[in-house]
């Protein structure tokens, strides 16, 4: 049998060699796991012609036939956004009448994921607004309690990705106006949206409302 020295300073050299190159690799993953994180996951544009998500919501795959289209667009896109969350969805909107939309967040709900909504406490009150779909599916609904409006248009998906944009959820805004909607996972931007919203559920606390105040 043939025996092959190695001698300890090779050896040394092999385990320094290992340390490197398991160094190196983690700081490949963390720099590519940063870059990915500061770059935003897509850029959506509204408004798109009039479409149904339905199939999206539904807990098997299923045929409607509503009659609409069904195709791909930048509300079926931000519909499965919406639906990836598997931990929580914080939605801080102004305004919120859309169908579509309102149908995803209780779809969310309904899986066990811990629903958030604060939307603005003048435009919650008008007709088509879904805060009444909301608080019967069992989500709580906190808003403002004062004259100026609670502008935000911004969701957080499990507190790692950031939904924000000019959009209102609404009809109007999903098929009528031009808007955006940008996806951001940078840990930064997504930490101050974080810190915002928790002020303002602290803020907008009922234990806190004046019902004495006039609007």
């Excluded at 500061?38 to 850029?43: D, G, L, N, S």
């Excluded at 004062?146 to 502008?151: A, F, K, L, S």
């Excluded at 248009?153 to 609404?170: M, Q, R």
């Amino acid at each position: 049998m043939l025996l092959i020295a190695v001698s300890p300073w090779r050896g040394l050299l092999l385990v320094v060699g290992f340390s490197l190159a398991a160094e190196g690799f983690y700081y490949l993953i963390r720099s590519l796991k940063r870059l990915y994180q500061q770059c935003p996951a897509q850029v959506l544009f509204f408004p798109v012609p009039v479409t149904c998500v339905r199939p999206l919501l539904l807990s098997s795959p299923g045929h409607c036939d509503c009659g609409l289209s069904h195709r791909e667009s930048a509300l079926s896109c931000l519909t499965r956004m919406l639906l990836s969350a598997r931990h929580s969805l914080d939605v801080c909107v102004f305004t919120i009448s859309s169908v579509e939309l309102s149908s995803t967040v209780v779809v969310v709900h309904s899986r066990g994921v811990r629903v958030r909504i604060i939307t603005d406490s003048d435009y919650m009150a008008l007709a088509g607004s879904q805060v009444g779909t909301f608080r019967r599916a069992g989500i709580e609904v906190r808003h403002d309690q004062d004259t100026n409006y609670m502008h935000h248009k911004f969701a957080l998906i499990d507190g790692l990705t950031l939904v924000t944009g000019s959009l209102n959820w609404s009809a109007q805004g999903i098929f009528g106006n031009k808007e955006n909607v940008i996806i951001i996972k940078n840990s930064d931007i997504v930490k101050a949206f974080k810190e915002e919203f928790e002020q303002l559920w602290n803020e907008y606390d009922p234990a806190k409302y004046s019902f004495s105040s006039k609007k």
